[in-house]
C-alpha cells in the first residue's frame, strides 16, 4: 500500500475537499449546510481542505466560514490541514506576488484564522504576477514559515520553470493545478514532470471538469444563467454537445463498475498518484451537501487493466474549448518574470 501523501508535516487522506463552492457563487450555501458538508468530509476522510481568500470578497470568502467552522468546532482545529490561496488583488482578481501583497495577503490568512486558534498550515500563490519574479513572493512567504506563523507554500497554475525557481527559494509543499479526465495538459508541459523530479505533490483542482463529469448537466441549458461555468468555452452551446463523447465513455465504465462517472474521475487520479511518471497527486473535489461529499469521497478499485482503458479514453479524447477563455487564459501556467540581480 502507498504511503499517504504529507502535506505541512501531517499525513492526509488520498482524496481533498474542494471549499470553493461554499462561498464563491451568487447564492452561496447557507452557514448550516456549509458546515454540514464540511463535518461530512471530515467524517469522511478528507483531511485537507483547499480554500481561498479570493474564494468570494474582502468581507466573506473561505477565511471567514473557516474561522466560524472552527470557532463552533474547537475539536477539529488540529484535525484539518488548510490551505489558502491568496496573492491576488480583490477589485479584478489580478495576481500580486509583490513584497507588499504578499505579506498582505499571508497576515489577512494569519489573522483571520488565527483569531479562532487556527494556525495556517499552508498558503498558496493563486496565480503567477507577471510583474513579480517568483523569487520575491517566495521570500516573503519564507519569512512567515521561519518565523512559525505558516506551515509552507504552494504554487498554482504556474510553469515548470516557475516551480524550479521557487524551490530554490523555499521548500514547495505543493502546485496546485487543473488535472482531470479531460483536463492532462500537466502531463505534457514539464509541470507533473518537475513536482515528480523534486518530489512536490500535485494538488488536483477540477478533477470532475467543475461537474461536467458527473453528468448532472447534458447540454448548455441546464447551466444557470448566474453560474460562471455559462461563459467557460468548454462549456458553450456550440462545444458542449462535442465534450459529451468522454463523459458518455465514462459513464459506460461507471455502469459497468456499479459506481457514478464521477466516482471514476477521482479514482483514476487516485490511481496515477505517484506512478508514471506522476507525483503524489491528491485530487479535492469541491461539494456544497453532504449526499455530494460522501459521494465524492467513494474510491473505486480500478484494476491495471481499467486503467489502461481509461488511459486509452483520455488519450484520445478530442475536448473542445479553453479551461477559461478571455483574459484569464493568459494566467494558465504563469511563466515568472526574470529576478534581476
Known sequence: MAQPIHLAGHPVHPIGYGLMGLTWRASPPSQTQAFTAMRAALDSGANFWNGGEIYGNAARNSLH???EYFE????????VVVCIKGGCVYD?????GSAEGTRRSIQECVDVLGKAGKKLDLWESARVDAKTPIEITMKEAKAFIDRGELGGVCLSECSADTIRRAA????????????SL?????TKNGVAETCKELGIPIVAYSPLGRGFLT?????HNDIPEDDHRKHFP????ENFPKNLKLLEQVEAIAKKKGCTPGQIGISWIVGKSGKEGMPETLPIPGATTEERVRENMVRVELNESEMKEIDALVENAEIVGDRYGGPVNAFNFG???PLKE
Open 92 to 96: 479584478g482578481m489580478m495576481p500580486d
Open 72 to 79: 463552533k468546532y474547537p475539536e477539529d482545529v488540529e484535525k
Open 215 to 219: 453528468g448532472a448537466m447534458r447540454s
Open 182 to 186: 479531460w483536463e492532462t495538459e500537466i
Open 65 to 67: 466560514l473557516l474561522a
Open 335 to 337: 511563466n515568472s518574470p
Open 234 to 237: 468548454r462549456f458553450s452551446e
Open 168 to 179: 530554490k527559494v523555499v521548500k514547495v509543499a505543493a502546485v496546485s493545478v487543473e488535472f
